[in-house]
């Protein structure tokens, strides 16, 4: 695996939880089945909201390591 992006779109209800951390999860148990490693170090994470008021989201781990966010790609 090289590259891969993932993505979701919440709805406006603020009790709807991101499942990005799910499928980071999924995506490493997968990646450690085949015998291969992601490197955190070069994921990163970007956030686009159209909102006046950017809602609070997780930061996504991958293997315990924080995922950078960034703001542009």
């Not at 695996?1 to 997968?30: F, H, K, P, W």
């Not at 490693?37 to 994470?45: D, R, S, V, W, Y």
């Amino acid at each position: 695996m090289d590259d891969i992006t993932v993505g979701e779109t919440l709805r406006d209800d603020a009790y709807i939880a991101s499942s990005l951390q799910e499928s980071s999860n999924d995506i490493c148990r997968e990646v450690h089945e085949r015998r291969m490693q992601l490197n955190p170090a070069k994921c990163k994470e970007m956030l686009i909201c159209f909102k006046r008021k950017t809602p609070t989201i997780t930061n996504i781990t991958i293997d315990n390591s924080p995922i950078e966010r960034v703001s542009s790609y």
